[in-house]
């Protein structure tokens, strides 16, 4: 008797003894073939660019690439700046103080990729509409962004991402 | 498998030597020629056959492209037109695997209303139904990747745009889509993996129509009296009566296909997939193809982002419980007087909501106002602050229009309006009305028509069907 209830102990022991090896063993040998899936180390190498801001004059703004995604990057008028900073920022979708999102009033950095679903905004070049609110328009669904990238209307849920930058000198900046 | 494979006889020295080994043509025999059948089935039955030769025909040409095309950013676009111009026949074939494309969708879409019309999701045919399910979830993808690989404009944004709805996913949606797109961006890996996918997913699809033939041989077809066969005379052996049928109608549906194929070939598509793609720019009016537009106009009709993505995958995915949300026991809409008018309202509702995808969000559908013109710009904002004086709701837009000799100001005050999104609003608001609420619900109260006694009294009548007996 006594040694059945052994024999059944010692299998049960066996059965999740194996279960987990085979388990924790199939997860471990998943992990690479997920993975793999990544961004690899050279889409990662690509990670970093220098620009110089030299040639942009005051009201206008130009397009890089970075990391494949364009990058706005615009010289802002006082008017804009006056826009960007006099509106409330409890008033806005998506709270955010203009001072927070620039290193510098003059220069406003974005990734030009509309946070709805990932179409490029429109108000890059001189005779672009630029939405409601002086900023930016995405033709797709309808977003408007302010002169500081903002969301302001529309169904986009957040503000135009700020790409992690610095600045190397008072016209040259370095992404990523 | 049941039991009707007992009518094989081998008749050589191979083939008996073979039945003992593998009987696979005693199976086959069973399944595909003896096999009983309802007499009554109509023609909405032939699309089964019709989707095995969609499903034929995309496997060879697509396995013949696959030769000649190029997974790479910098060449597919390229490579897609090379196929067109210089490979042997290239441009027939890949016209064929285009327009068969939509050809599958259109069958697999009749197929579908059919099994919901006669209630062939119900007892004992969930599983096939359900099998169904995945099939066309399976084909979305197939197609969504295939249409990627051409890399237009159109191809790029599209997967820019579908592959950018995890990202409304909390928390992990950013890491999600970076790890869909093997970048930070939509990219050369993106396109080389669903190039590698989109090779795999119709091997998988073989292999979900085999599981769903299987199911429905265990069962047996349902028919448009949804009246199970009772005696012999209500079947009949699927050679030659349903080969027959079958085969004429693949017949005509391939003249249809062909006609688009010969005729037509980029009817269905969209001119901006001829311009190669470029990440620097969307087009200004992203569209996907026909076959997926309803379930677009659900996606654009929520505001809100997370509930949007939500939402269009409830469409689909309710799809797997509504043999459990239907509660009438009578299987065909025939004989539910409740149920058929909602169930055209359905239909149509669908194909409004595809017109719906195909019209920019602020289209207007219907539109009443009143238009006043002025010859200063002054004059007409003074007007519309006066309008706005009285009632600050108003719709007012003032469009400046110039001709050639002057310029005018329209101030357009607008009194009701039909917008795309609240339409495509009001539409997805009945799709899922008609499977959680109507459905349930149309079953307790209604009383049904009454069902013929059996398959051959609803074709033969009842005397000569009791004669027969
Ligand atoms: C379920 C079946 C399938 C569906 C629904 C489907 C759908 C599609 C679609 C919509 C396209 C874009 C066509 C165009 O714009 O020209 C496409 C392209 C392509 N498909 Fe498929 N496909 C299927 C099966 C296959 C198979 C089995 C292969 C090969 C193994 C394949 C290989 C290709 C290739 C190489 C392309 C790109 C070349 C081109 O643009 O024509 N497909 N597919
Ligand atoms: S992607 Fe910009 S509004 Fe939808």
């Given at each position: 008797?006594?040694?059945?209830?052994?024999?059944?102990?010692?299998?049960?022991?066996?059965?999740?003894?194996?279960?987990?090896?085979?388990?924790?063993?199939?997860?471990?040998?998943?992990?690479?073939?997920?993975?793999?899936?990544?961004?690899?180390?050279?889409?990662?190498?690509?990670?970093?660019?220098?620009?110089?801001?030299?040639?942009?004059?005051?009201?206008?703004?130009?397009?890089?690439?970075w990391r494949g995604k364009p990058i706005f990057i615009r010289k802002r008028t006082a008017d804009d700046i006056k826009a960007a900073q006099e509106i409330p920022v409890s008033d806005l979708p998506d709270p955010e103080a203009d001072t927070d999102r620039v290193q510098n009033d003059e220069w406003l950095v974005l990734i030009g990729i509309c946070t709805h679903l990932g179409c490029i905004p429109r108000g890059q070049a001189a005779g672009d509409v630029h939405g409601d609110f002086g900023g930016w328009f995405c033709p797709c669904h309808g977003s408007h962004y302010d002169t500081s990238g903002r969301i302001r209307k529309g169904p986009a849920p957040k503000n135009l991402a700020v790409p992690p930058y610095k600045f190397l000198t008072d016209t040259k900046i370095k992404i990523g | 498998m049941s039991d009707h494979s007992s009518t094989y006889e081998p008749t050589n020295g191979f083939t008996r030597w073979l039945d003992e080994r593998l009987p696979i043509m005693r199976l086959m025999h069973g399944q595909f020629i003896d096999f009983p059948t309802p007499r009554n089935l109509n023609y909405l039955w032939t699309f089964g056959a019709i989707l095995t030769f969609c499903l034929a025909i995309q496997l060879i040409t697509g396995i013949v492209l696959a030769m000649h095309f190029i997974p790479?950013?910098?060449?597919?676009?390229?490579?897609?037109?090379?196929?067109?111009?210089?490979?042997?026949?290239?441009?027939?074939?890949?016209?064929?695997?285009?327009?068969?494309?939509?050809?599958?969708?259109?069958?697999?879409?009749?197929?579908?209303?059919?099994?919901?019309?006669?209630?062939?999701?119900?007892?004992?045919?969930?599983?096939?139904?359900?099998?169904?399910?995945?099939?066309?979830?399976?084909?979305?993808?197939?197609?969504f990747m295939g249409y990627s690989l051409v890399w237009g404009q159109m191809s790029f944004w599209a997967v820019t745009v579908i592959t950018n709805l995890f990202t409304a996913i909390p928390i992990v949606g950013e890491s999600i889509t970076q790890w869909i797109w093997g970048g930070y961006s939509v990219g050369d890996p993106t396109l080389n993996r669903l190039f590698s996918l989109h090779y795999l997913f119709p091997f998988i699809i073989v292999a979900l129509v085999a599981l769903h033939i299987w199911a429905l041989h265990v069962v047996g077809s349902n028919n448009p009296t949804g009246v199970e066969p009772k005696t012999e005379n209500d079947s009949v052996s699927f050679y030659?009566?349903?080969?027959?049928?079958?085969?004429?109608?693949?017949?005509?549906?391939?003249?249809?296909?062909?006609?688009?194929?010969?005729?037509?070939?980029?009817?269905?598509?969209?001119?901006?997939?001829?311009?190669?793609?470029?990440?620097?720019?969307?087009?200004?009016?992203?569209?996907?193809?026909?076959?997926?537009?309803?379930?677009?106009?659900?996606?654009?009709?929520?505001?809100?982002?997370?509930?949007?993505?939500?939402?269009?995958?409830?469409?689909?995915?309710?799809?797997?419980?509504?043999?459990?949300?239907?509660?009438?026991?009578?299987?065909?809409?025939?004989?539910?007087?409740?149920?058929?008018?909602?169930?055209?309202?359905?239909?149509?509702?669908?194909?409004?909501?595809?017109?719906?995808g195909a019209k920019s969000p602020d289209y207007r559908f219907v539109e009443m106002a009143d238009t006043q013109k002025y010859t200063s710009k002054a004059a007409a904002v003074?007007?519309?602050?006066?309008?706005?004086?009285?009632?600050?709701?108003?719709?007012?837009?003032?469009?400046?229009?110039?001709?050639?000799?002057?310029?005018?100001?329209?101030?357009?005050?607008?009194?009701?309006?039909?917008?795309?999104?609240?339409?495509?609003?009001?539409?997805?608001?009945?799709?899922?009305?008609?499977?959680?609420a109507i459905m349930p619900i149309v079953g307790l109260i209604e009383t049904p028509h009454k069902l013929p006694g059996s398959i051959a009294e609803s074709v033969l009548g009842k005397s000569s069907a009791d004669k027969a007996q």
């Open positions: 008797m006594s040694s059945d209830n052994d024999d059944v102990a010692r299998r049960d022991f066996l059965m999740v003894a194996a279960g987990s090896v085979a388990g924790v063993g199939g997860a471990c040998a998943l992990w690479p073939l997920i993975d793999q899936m990544n961004p690899d180390a050279s889409a990662k190498a690509l990670a970093s660019i220098e620009v110089d801001l030299s040639p942009i004059k005051d009201g206008q703004a130009i397009t890089i690439m | 790479h950013g910098d060449f597919a676009f390229a490579s897609v037109e090379h196929i067109m111009r210089d490979v042997n026949w290239g441009d027939l074939i890949r016209y064929t695997h285009f327009v068969g494309a939509s050809m599958f969708f259109l069958a697999a879409y009749i197929h579908m209303f059919r099994g919901l019309y006669f209630g062939s999701y119900k007892s004992p045919r969930e599983i096939i139904w359900i099998l169904g399910v995945l099939i066309i979830l399976c084909m979305i993808i197939t197609a030659p009566y349903y080969v027959i049928k079958d085969s004429f109608a693949t017949m005509v549906f391939a003249l249809l296909f062909a006609w688009f194929v010969f005729y037509a070939p980029n009817y269905l598509g969209h001119s901006d997939n001829f311009i190669e793609a470029n990440p620097l720019q969307t087009p200004p009016h992203i569209v996907p193809e026909w076959y997926f537009l309803p379930f677009y106009a659900i996606l654009r009709a929520i505001p809100d982002k997370l509930l949007g993505v939500v939402t269009m995958m409830a469409a689909i995915c309710v799809l797997f419980i509504i043999p459990w949300l239907d509660t009438s026991k009578i299987r065909s809409t025939r004989y539910r007087p409740l149920l058929k008018p909602f169930f055209w309202l359905f239909v149509i509702t669908c194909l409004v909501l595809g017109y719906c003074s007007a519309k602050e006066e309008i706005l004086s009285k009632n600050k709701h108003a719709d007012l837009e003032i469009i400046e229009s110039i001709n050639s000799k002057e310029i005018t100001y329209d101030l357009k005050n607008t009194k009701f309006k039909l917008t795309n999104q609240v339409l495509s609003l009001l539409l997805t608001f009945y799709y899922f009305a008609f499977f959680f």
